[in-house]
């Protein structure tokens, strides 16, 4: 049941790192809604909670004195599990990573530029956890993979542009289960996570 009007809890009462869990869970609402509300009756946490806690996180992206983005999440979740150096390309970046609810085989990376920049936040596979077996479209369940494993799972996969902020789309050819017919598809992902596949048509003969 959602909270009476003006009985959020404040910030520092949460457990970490629930808040931002519900900010996660906010945009992934959108196409899952029946997986979202799922999640908050095992979270304890109604929709307005949910609603409440994405708009102070997008106020803290908006504030006039807001602070850089690395720190705005260590607000929320609190210091690092995780801190690596990972090369990508000519460029060293600096790889943070942090456990959440609910997917306990995943982590929620920020990856930063040496100027401090956050290049990409998203969930990804915990070390050592093993990610699922994707070899027909049929594995592809909502929540089950992260985009990464998508497109290494179906390359070449060919990224597109996502529909909104915190979302990837992800074009690429997968067998059927059934008959193992190739065929083309576009997943979206929110914060990485796989939300659903579209515009399905038979593969090009020529892809």
């Known amino acids: 049941m959602d909270s009476a009007p003006g009985s959020f809890p404040r910030p520092d009462s949460f457990p970490t790192p629930f808040p931002f869990v519900l900010?996660?869970?906010?945009?992934?609402?959108?196409?899952q809604p029946g997986l979202v509300e799922d999640a908050l009756r095992e979270l304890g946490f109604g929709r307005a909670v949910m609603r409440e806690a994405n708009r102070r996180w997008q106020?803290?992206?908006?504030?006039?004195?807001?602070?850089?983005?690395?720190?705005?999440?260590?607000?929320?979740?609190?210091?690092?599990?995780?801190?690596?150096?990972?090369r990508i390309g000519d460029l060293t970046c600096e790889a943070l990573s942090w456990s959440v609810p609910l997917w306990p085989?995943?982590?929620?990376?920020?990856?930063?530029a040496p100027n401090g920049a956050v290049w990409n936040e998203w969930l990804v596979r915990a070390p050592?956890?093993?990610?699922?077996?994707?070899?027909?479209?049929?594995?592809?369940?909502?929540?089950?993979?992260?985009?990464?494993?998508?497109?290494?799972?179906f390359a070449p996969a060919r990224p597109m542009e996502g529909s909104a902020p915190t979302r990837w789309r992800l074009a690429f050819d997968a067998p059927e289960a059934e008959n193992g017919e190739l065929r083309h598809?576009?997943?979206?992902?929110?914060?990485?996570?796989l939300?659903?596949?579209e515009n399905v048509r038979p593969a090009s003969p020529t892809a």
């Open 195 to 197: 939300q659903r596949l």
């Open 59 to 86: 106020a803290m992206q908006r504030s006039p004195r807001r602070r850089s983005a690395v720190a705005r999440y260590r607000s929320v979740l609190g210091a690092p599990e995780s801190t690596s150096t990972r």
């Open 128 to 153: 050592g956890a093993p990610g699922p077996r994707l070899r027909t479209a049929a594995d592809l369940v909502p929540w089950s993979c992260t985009v990464d494993e998508v497109a290494r799972a």
């Open 23 to 31: 900010v996660l869970l906010r945009r992934m609402a959108d196409h």
């Open 105 to 112: 085989d995943l982590r929620f990376e920020v990856l930063t």
């Open 185 to 193: 598809y576009v997943a979206e992902f929110t914060w990485g996570l």
